[in-house]
């Protein structure tokens, strides 16, 4: 239905620009009869109007030919030669049309008065009315040829959108299962020795998921909210490490309100526990400092540990960190991972700030 109402809409706006277009040709011919005759008289009157009626008609059957042909789906190549050709029978046809309604109605007057022959009276008119018959292709071609590139361009992005979505929910499917695996081990090792802590971390887990699940279907969420998650996380990875893990926040409150992606902040942190706290007999410190630098929202996730090469570059954690910043800021976002002050590994991400 909609389709059919913007059909109907085209039709009737090449319509008027046929109308129009070639009614401003018979007005242009009238004027300049006008200034150099002095007179336009009813034949000429009647000749202005065969004109208009014959670029209409023979530009209408161009357009259904070269539709019917799908010459608008050509390259510009391929196509010219075509309508070089297209343009000179469609010149042909146009005089064709004219000349049998002088014949019919009589409307010679001035036509021959240079006494000419056929032939090169007819060629005459191939080059006057050819003169007419370029520019409405060319203005016709391109119009369309502009328009496709238009809708080319709307779909690419529909289609570069439509791929951003699907490698987010991918990168989203691998973080949730491995989350919840780490969670689940944790509370199993609890259950024997201490059951009221496991009820209050299945609790929490329940939260937590409670969380993801709600964050599944956005592509951020407020920093609030993903520090609540960590920490829910942060509560059942100490269950495992007890007094192995040291966990500090720095967080600027004016920092709460800046969106992230769902679950990256979570995904850093336990990056930090597999491939830090756990690695030193004596564990180690986490913290997380979160505060403005310049025109970004900075977020910093510190470990004890050491950065161990292919551990940390290849690992999923890291990568899906940076391919979710690059598919939601582009190259305005920025993910570094270094190690500082020789036993300390530094995860920060830059987010543009968002007022």
Known sequence: MEGSIMSKGITRYYWWCQIGGWSFVGLSML??????????????????????????????????FIKKMNWLLLPIEKILPKLIIAV???????????????????????????????????????????????????????????DKSRKQQVDTLKMEALVKELELKTIKAHINP??????????????????????????????????????EKLETVSFEKELNIVKDYLALEH???????????????????????????????????????????????????????DDFHQLIIQNTGYLNGSVYDDGFGLTSTKNRLQLLFGDKANFDIKEINGNTVEATVLIPVVI
């Open 31 to 64: 004027f300049f009869a006008h200034t150099f005759a002095q007179k336009v008289s009813s034949v000429y009157l009647w000749r202005t109007i065969t004109v208009i009626a014959a670029g209409i008609i023979s530009t209408h059957l161009l357009r259904e």
């Open 88 to 146: 000179i029978i469609t010149t042909l046809v146009f005089i064709l049309f004219q000349m049998s309604v002088y014949q019919v109605f009589n409307l010679y007057e001035y036509e021959n008065r240079y006494k000419l022959d056929f032939m090169t009276r007819l060629l005459a008119n191939v080059l006057d009315r050819g003169l007419y018959i370029i520019p409405w292709t060319l203005i016709y071609y391109f119009y369309h040829y502009i």
């Open 178 to 215: 491995h989350f919840i695996f780490n969670a689940l081990n944790s509370i199993r090792a609890l259950i024997d020795e201490n059951p009221g802590r496991a009820r209050t971390a299945i609790t929490e887990l329940s939260n937590i998921l409670r969380s993801s699940m709600q964050a």
């Open 239 to 293: 269950i495992r490490f007890e007094d192995r893990l040291r966990v500090e926040y720095d967080i600027d409150e004016d920092t709460l309100d800046q969106p992230v992606p769902p679950m990256m902040l979570q995904t850093l942190v336990e990056n930090a526990i597999k491939h830090g706290i756990s690695k030193q007999v004596h564990g180690g410190n986490v913290k997380i400092i979160s505060d403005f630098k």
